[in-house]
């Protein structure tokens, strides 16, 4: 098979374009062109007047070492066209069922059912090693009952919300599935293949920028549980864990304590927390736990009409179904020395009320697979550094985070509304009393405020100066009634807990830190490879096979 790459045809091209285009790369007639997949599909649009589809494309045509020696041999040094790699992903042991048969046999343990946990939990239950995944929180339909509450009606319960329970902060979100971290074995590929399986549409195989959407991934969690469940593992729900068991003189994991006062013993503990999981931290801190604060970033959501994003995106192709709603990615280093950035940019969808604990406000972005609400939103967020805006201390980030999450809280009336100003009136440095033309969509509501009470004067700052540098790159962007809602602090988590070439904690074996609570990840897909990761250190070193995370 061949792989083809930058092949690039017009937006509104035929079906049968693609095929001629192959052709015509390859030099080949049509009759010996056999089969051919899309891998990856993206746009060009940097000139607004002739946006381009791009391809990445395998194909299967006879004689294809003739073929491709012909290629090399008439463009030396081209790269477009390559055999394609190898991307199946093979268990590291197949004798799992035999090993979690033997007397004594001690289940792995796998803290939190958010992307990464589940993932590892359902590679651990396919190799038989019939994991055991623990989650504070509710199964997912329940959750969404919960999370719903403080949208609608400001109720909020602290462990059944956006953060807690089963799917992960991802389940309430854009359900954004790339990534930007290095793979080399296709491990993002195995996991939106697993995904498919599950029920997530087929495109997010092909499409240079996958998403999916919350009420998609709502089912499909479900069916990953049922995957798990079927293969030997189980999920145990209300089961927050409040302590690790340690021996004594190695430190070694030799079980958890769960919040009901059950003992679970196992030599295997996962931790797959989310960035939220503040209590854990401070557990972990208490047991002894090496950890270290981290670097994150604190700002708000900004809301657009997806109209004036679109246009400024697509210019006359706006609209095009090709293109879908448009996105932005946009970066600015300030004056001060921060870095300004987009986050977490949800096209046609909705700013939601993400907080985890009382008294505090938090926002964060999500859609649905259509992307089909009336305004864009994204995280507009600054750099924050620790020992130089917080001590350097690893839970001084989550005191930092608090502390603001508490100011917004009151700034939006100490009821779950949250703080908004009009990108107009924060340019201006002046508070806002009332909004104007964009509607915001943050629920429970939004109270007008001036967002300079609610967060650090340099963020303030950075964000003024980046603001008409966007607007730039995107024509619309300082509008003065695109509406600001804050604050956005759980960009990622605060800090990492370090761990060794084998997957465990540097200084607590048995305990393999995972994903994006631990600091090694910073989204679905990312946390999902690193549970696939942290499943086959844990088997393999199950079945005593010498470990070096790949």
């Keep these: 098979m061949l792989r083809l790459t930058e092949l690039r045809l017009p937006l509104d091209h035929p079906p049968e374009a693609l095929r001629q285009a192959i052709c015509e790369r390859l030099g080949i007639g049509a009759d010996a062109l056999e089969h051919y997949t899309v891998f990856k599909r993206g746009h060009d649009a940097r000139r607004r007047s002739a946006i381009w589809l791009v391809y990445t494309l395998d194909c299967t045509v006879r004689d294809e070492a003739d073929v491709l020696a012909r290629y090399r041999s008439a463009h030396p040094g081209n790269p477009h066209?390559?055999?394609?790699?190898?991307?199946?992903?093979?268990?590291?042991?197949?004798?799992?069922?035999?090993?979690?048969?033997?007397?004594?046999?001690?289940?792995?343990?796998?803290?939190?059912?958010?992307?990464?946990?589940?993932?590892?939990?359902?590679?651990?239950?396919?190799?038989?090693?019939?994991?055991?995944l623990l989650e504070r929180g509710k199964v997912v339909r329940e959750r969404t009952v919960d999370t719903f509450a403080l949208w609608r009606r400001s109720v909020l319960t602290p462990e059944s919300n956006v953060q807690f329970g089963e799917g992960g902060a991802g389940t309430f979100s854009d359900g954004k599935l790339y990534s930007q971290v290095r793979d080399p074995r296709f491990l993002g590929r195995k996991v939106l293949e697993e995904f498919v399986k599950a029920g997530a549409p087929e495109d997010i195989l092909y499409l240079a920028h996958p998403h999916i959407g919350t009420f998609r991934l709502v089912s499909m969690v479900e069916h990953i549980r049922q995957e798990v469940e079927q293969a030997g593992g189980e999920y145990r729900f209300g089961a927050r864990v409040d302590d690790l068991l340690l021996n004594a003189s190695t430190r070694?994991?030799?079980?958890?304590?769960?919040?009901?006062?059950?003992?679970?013993?196992?030599?295997?503990?996962?931790?797959?927390?989310?960035?939220?999981?503040?209590?854990?931290?401070a557990m972990l801190q208490k047991?002894?736990?090496?950890?270290?604060?981290?670097?994150?970033?604190?700002?708000?959501?900004?809301?657009?009409?997806?109209?004036?994003?679109?246009?400024?995106?697509?210019?006359?192709?706006?609209?095009?179904?090709?293109?879908?709603?448009?996105?932005?990615?946009?970066?600015?280093?300030?004056?001060?020395?921060?870095?300004?950035?987009?986050?977490?940019?949800?096209?046609?969808?909705?700013?939601?009320?993400?907080?985890?604990?009382?008294?505090q406000v938090v926002t964060n972005g999500m859609s649905q697979y259509s992307r089909a609400e009336r305004n864009a939103n994204s995280g507009m967020v600054v750099e924050l550094r620790p020992g130089e805006d917080y001590p350097d201390d690893p839970l001084a980030g989550i005191a930092y985070q608090r502390h603001w999450e508490r100011?917004?809280?009151?700034?939006?009336?100490?009821?779950?509304?949250?703080?908004?100003?009009?990108?107009?009136?924060?340019?201006a440095g002046r508070p806002s009393t009332a909004l104007g033309d964009v509607v915001p969509s943050y629920k429970p509501g939004v109270t007008p405020a001036d967002l300079s009470t609610c967060l650090p004067d340099f963020v303030v700052e950075a964000l003024r100066e980046a603001l008409p540098r966007f607007e730039r790159?995107?024509?619309?962007?300082?509008?003065?009634?695109?509406?600001?809602?804050?604050?956005?602090?759980?960009?990622?988590?605060?800090?990492?807990?370090?761990?060794?070439?084998?997957?465990?904690?540097?200084?607590?074996?048995?305990?393999?830190?995972?994903g994006e609570g631990a600091g090694y990840a910073g989204g679905i897909l990312s946390a999902s490879m690193d549970g696939i990761r942290m499943a086959e250190a844990v088997a393999q070193d199950m079945a005593g096979l010498p470990v070096t995370l790949a």
């Design 252 to 281: 070694k994991v030799e079980g958890v304590r769960l919040s009901s006062g059950e003992v679970i013993a196992a030599d295997h503990v996962v931790l797959a927390v989310g960035h939220s999981a503040r209590d854990t931290f």
């Design 473 to 514: 790159k995107l024509r619309g962007f300082t509008m003065d009634d695109a509406v600001m809602t804050g604050v956005e602090t759980r960009t990622s988590s605060p800090i990492r807990v370090p761990r060794g070439e084998n997957g465990q904690s540097v200084n607590t074996p048995g305990l393999y830190p995972a």
């Design 81 to 132: 066209v390559q055999p394609a790699p190898d991307m199946a992903w093979h268990a590291p042991i197949t004798n799992g069922a035999t090993l979690a048969a033997a007397e004594g046999y001690k289940r792995p343990i796998i803290i939190g059912a958010g992307p990464c946990g589940f993932m590892a939990a359902l590679i651990l239950a396919r190799m038989g090693l019939r994991p055991l």
């Design 287 to 359: 047991q002894g736990v090496s950890m270290q604060a981290k670097p994150f970033s604190m700002g708000v959501r900004i809301e657009h009409p997806q109209s004036v994003i679109d246009t400024a995106q697509f210019g006359p192709s706006a609209g095009n179904e090709q293109l879908g709603a448009a996105e932005y990615r946009l970066v600015h280093h300030a004056a001060n020395g921060r870095g300004v950035y987009s986050f977490c940019m949800c096209p046609g969808g909705t700013v939601v009320a993400a907080t985890s604990e009382e008294g």
């Design 407 to 427: 100011q917004a809280f009151l700034a939006g009336g100490g009821d779950y509304r949250a703080p908004a100003q009009r990108v107009g009136d924060f340019l």
